[in-house]
């Protein structure tokens, strides 16, 4: 009997509770930063603290729109507000820099371990 | 921007104090660079022939490979033998070089005699946050056992401690 040539059947998924769970932190930061112009603004305050007008003042779209997007980003706690009189200054949240300083803590010690070896065998030679 | 403003997990410190004294030190942290930089701490695609400092203000800092390529890590800010060296990090949150002095982090390492032959050797490694958020890590993190990118393989599987 000669084999019948047929797509394999899938199976049904099932829908798992995971599907309706609450979005995590990573989840609303992701989504914040989908939208490109809120990825441009994120780069404009990395490492610099600027007010609302002067991030404004770097797009073409209107007042309004600015502060939409810095409070998508501020709930998605991908910048901080610091409020100033009347003015709002705006700087990004270093997301990565748990990860930096962990690489950090290896890597540095590491290094000046070697150094030490090196610097005192030559110390020793020259005795 | 005040200075209470300022993270103070911006700037990470560490320390060590070697038998050797100021002048010998400092030479062989910047002369010697290669005698001692760790062959695994590069980021080329190819084994590391070479780790430079350039010795003076302005200088570069990078590795040759086995191929012949190079691998720019940062510049050289302060050259004051034998007490402080300083290098800018220009190494993003991927590894890769930023040639935005903006961007980079700065490396302080400050020599000091601690007796007689003795030399103390203090690093500060400060302005974190300019290298900006790290968006690969909020993409790559979830899942990785140490949160790091997933570009940094080399990094990765030499620091993983088994």
Redesign the interface.
């Known amino acids: 009997m000669s084999p019948t040539a047929s797509a394999p059947t899938q199976a049904k998924p099932t829908r798992t509770k995971a599907t309706r769970t609450k979005p995590t932190p ?1 989840d609303v ?2 989504r914040a ?1 989908v939208e490109p112009r809120r ?1 441009a603004i ?2 404009l305050v ?4 600027l007010p609302a007008g002067e991030i404004a003042a770097h797009f073409d779209v209107t007042r309004p729109a600015i502060s939409q997007h810095l409070g998508v980003l501020k709930d998605a706690g ?1 910048v901080t507000e ?1 409020r100033d009189g009347t003015r709002r200054w705006y ?30 065998a ?2 020793r030679a ?1 005795t | 921007m005040p200075a209470d403003e300022k993270l103070a997990d911006t700037v990470y410190r560490c320390e060590v104090t070697v038998d050797a004294p100021i002048d010998l030190a400092f030479e062989v942290f910047t002369d010697g660079f290669d005698s001692w930089w760790p062959r695994d701490h590069h980021i080329g695609a190819v084994d590391m022939a070479e780790a430079i400092i350039e010795p003076r203000r302005g200088g570069k800092w990078y590795e040759r490979g086995v191929d012949g390529s190079t691998c720019e890590w940062g510049s050289v800010l302060a050259w004051d033998p034998p007490r402080h060296l300083a290098v800018a990090w220009h190494l993003n949150g991927e590894f890769q070089y930023d040639p935005d002095p903006q961007r980079a982090s700065r490396v302080d390492i400050r020599f000091s005699e601690d007796g007689p032959g003795r030399t103390t050797v203090r690093l500060e490694h400060s302005e974190l946050d300019r290298h900006g958020p790290s968006w690969p890590q909020l993409y790559e993190g979830v899942g990785s056992a140490n949160g790091w990118p997933l570009t940094l393989e080399c990094f990765k599987a030499r620091l993983h401690r088994t």
């Open positions: 990573t930061a992701l930063l990825r994120l780069q990395a490492g610099r603290e991908l610091r700087r990004a949240r270093p997301e990565g820099l748990a990860e930096l300083r962990a690489f950090l803590e290896q890597f540095w010690p590491a290094a000046l371990q070697s150094f030490k070896e090196r610097a005192e030559r110390a020259a």
